[in-house]
């Protein structure tokens, strides 16, 4: 069982938004503003898309946007393209030994 | 260009040991701490392990804890995993990923491609 709790699965039509869920403790989410997203296609290494809750590394589309309320973070994908459909991981900063959680990962698909 | 690269990835047997490198390139490779975070067949992605810019820190999943060990040569660019007592759920592709600084842990800003370790008898 994942330290953080994605739905499993998101969809969404091409122009529409989606947003996607996170919810982890105090002790993680909650307790820092160090939340982060990745973008995994099948068979590829995890991309960066959002770090410290909101911000876009270089070259992230501004279609993508974080944001967080107490113990939950979200992921929003504005003006869906095909190109969206893969999978993303929310992550956070936990302190203490187990320093890094990840949730169970959100299948995003584009119909 | 910024690349990490792992290899050293393959079939174990149950018990057994092996020992990951990642090659870093296009970076100051001690200003960084790097980590090591695994993805099971079909599964999320497991933060498995870390390791300070200047090696002094190290931290692990309470999974792996007392099995792997975490190192790096900063004179050669290369990260390692020592990975003993292997069990089958340990079976996974492990990335080596760079963090955001050298001791700061809030975001992997670069990953490797992976290199696949198989638990089987």
């Known amino acids: 069982q994942s330290a953080l709790t994605q739905p499993p699965s998101a969809s969404g039509s091409p122009g529409q938004s989606v947003t996607i869920s996170c919810t982890g403790t105090?002790?993680?989410?909650?307790?820092?503003?160090?939340v982060s997203w990745y973008q995994q296609y099948p068979g590829k290494a995890p991309k960066l898309m959002i770090y410290?809750?909101?911000k876009r590394p270089s070259g992230v589309p501004d279609r993508f946007s974080g944001s967080k309320s107490g113990n939950t973070a979200s992921l929003t994908v504005s003006g869906l393209q095909a190109e969206d459909e893969a999978d993303y991981y929310c992550s956070s900063y936990a302190g203490g030994n187990n320093l890094v959680v990840f949730g169970g990962g959100t299948k995003l698909t584009v119909l | 260009e910024v690349q990490v690269l792992e290899s050293g990835g393959g079939l174990v047997q149950p018990g057994g040991s092996l020992r990951l490198s990642c090659a870093a390139s296009g970076f100051i490779f001690s200003s960084y701490a790097m980590g090591w975070v695994r993805q099971a067949p079909g599964k999320g992605l497991e933060w498995v392990s870390g390791?300070?810019?200047?090696?002094?820190?190290?931290y692990f999943a309470d999974s792996v804890k007392g099995r792997y060990t975490i190192s790096r040569d900063n004179s050669r660019n290369t990260l390692y995993l020592e990975m003993n007592s292997l069990r089958a759920e340990d079976t996974a592709v492990y990335y080596c990923?760079?963090?955001?600084?050298?001791?700061?842990?809030?975001?992997?800003?670069?990953w490797g491609r992976g290199t696949l370790v198989s638990v089987s008898s």
């Open positions: 105090s002790g993680d989410v909650g307790g820092y503003n160090f």
């Open positions: 990923a760079r963090s955001n600084g050298a001791s700061s842990w809030r975001y992997f800003d670069q």
């Open positions: 410290e809750v909101s």
């Open positions: 390791i300070r810019g200047s090696g002094d820190g190290t």
